[in-house]
C-alpha cells in the first residue's frame, strides 16, 4: 500500500546536537512538506519541496534544513541554531498543482525531545 | 489574526449527542481540507471540499463559499471519535500548501 514513513516516532537529543528526521513515501508525489505542531497551536510549514533538488523555505525554516535527491525522500535536520526545538513534525507529501488537494498524504509523526 | 479559525477549542459531548465544529477563513481558498488527529499523533484526511456538502458515515461536512465558512458535523457521536478534528486551507495562489487551524479537541465520553 501507498503511504508516508516518518522515522523514529520519538527521538531524543542533547542540545547542541543536529538530528535528522526522516520522511520517505511511496505515492509518486511530486510535492513534500515538513510541519512543525506545538501544543495548542496550528501545524506551521517549515519548508516544502515542489521537485527533486529543489525546495523553499516555509514559515518557520531558522534552524532547519533539508534536502531532496530523491522523489521518495525528504529528510529534515534540526540544527543546534534552532532555539526550541522540542515539538512534534509531521511530513505530508501531495501531487503539485491544480489536483493537489486530493491527494494531500499525511506520515504519523516524530516526536522530538530535547534533553 | 489567523487566516484560519476554529471553534470551539475545546468539546465534550455524552455520546449519541450531535456535534459540530465549526471553521471560517478569511483569505480566497481553493479548497479546505477537515482532517483528524489522534493522541499518537498521525493525522487523517477526512474531507476535501471545495462547494456543497460530503457525508461519509455519521461525518457531514459543508462549505459556504460566500460566507467563507465550513463546518463539520458527527452524528450519534462515539468515544472513539474523541480526537482532535483540523481545519485547513489551501490559499489560492500558494500552490498546494496548506494553512491550519488550530484544531478543536473532541472529548465523547460514554
Known amino acids: 500500500d501507498g503511504g508516508i514513513t516518518q522515522s523514529p516516532k520519538y527521538l531524543f537529543r542533547k542540545e547542541g546536537q543536529n538530528v535528522t528526521l526522516s520522511c520517505e513515501q511511496n505515492?509518486?508525489?511530486?510535492?513534500m512538506y515538513w510541519y512543525r505542531q506545538d501544543p495548542g497551536q496550528g501545524l506551521r510549514l517549515i519548508y516544502y519541496?515542489?521537485?527533486?533538488?529543489d525546495f523553499q523555505k516555509g514559515d518557520i525554516a531558522e534552524g532547519y534544513s533539508v534536502s531532496r535527491e530523491k522523489k521518495e525522500s525528504f529528510p529534515l535536520t534540526v540544527t543546534s541554531a534552532q532555539k526550541n526545538p522540542t515539538a512534534f513534525y509531521l511530513c505530508?507529501?501531495?501531487?503539485w498543482g491544480q489536483g493537489a488537494a486530493y491527494g494531500y498524504t499525511f506520515g504519523s509523526g516524530t516526536r522530538l525531545t530535547v534533553v | 489574526k489567523n487566516e484560519v479559525e476554529q471553534s470551539p477549542q475545546n468539546l465534550t459531548a455524552q455520546e449519541g449527542e450531535f456535534i459540530t465544529i465549526n471553521c471560517s477563513y478569511s483569505?480566497?481558498?481553493?479548497?479546505l481540507h477537515w482532517l483528524q488527529q489522534h493522541p499518537g499523533g498521525g493525522i487523517v484526511s477526512l474531507f476535501m471540499?471545495?462547494?456543497g456538502k460530503k457525508k461519509h458515515g455519521r461525518l457531514i461536512a459543508t462549505i459556504n463559499i460566500q460566507e467563507k465558512h465550513s463546518s463539520l458535523h458527527i452524528t450519534a457521536s462515539h468515544p472513539r471519535d474523541s480526537a482532535v478534528y483540523i481545519c485547513?486551507?489551501?490559499?489560492?495562489?500558494?500552490?498546494?500548501?496548506?494553512?491550519f487551524g488550530e484544531g478543536t479537541q473532541l472529548t465523547v465520553n460514554p
Open positions: 505530508a507529501s501531495s501531487p
Open positions: 483569505v480566497g481558498i481553493s479548497a
Open positions: 471540499l471545495s462547494s
Open positions: 485547513a486551507v489551501s490559499l489560492r495562489g500558494s500552490g498546494s500548501r496548506l494553512t
Open positions: 505515492l509518486n508525489h511530486d510535492a
Open positions: 519541496s515542489q521537485i527533486v533538488n
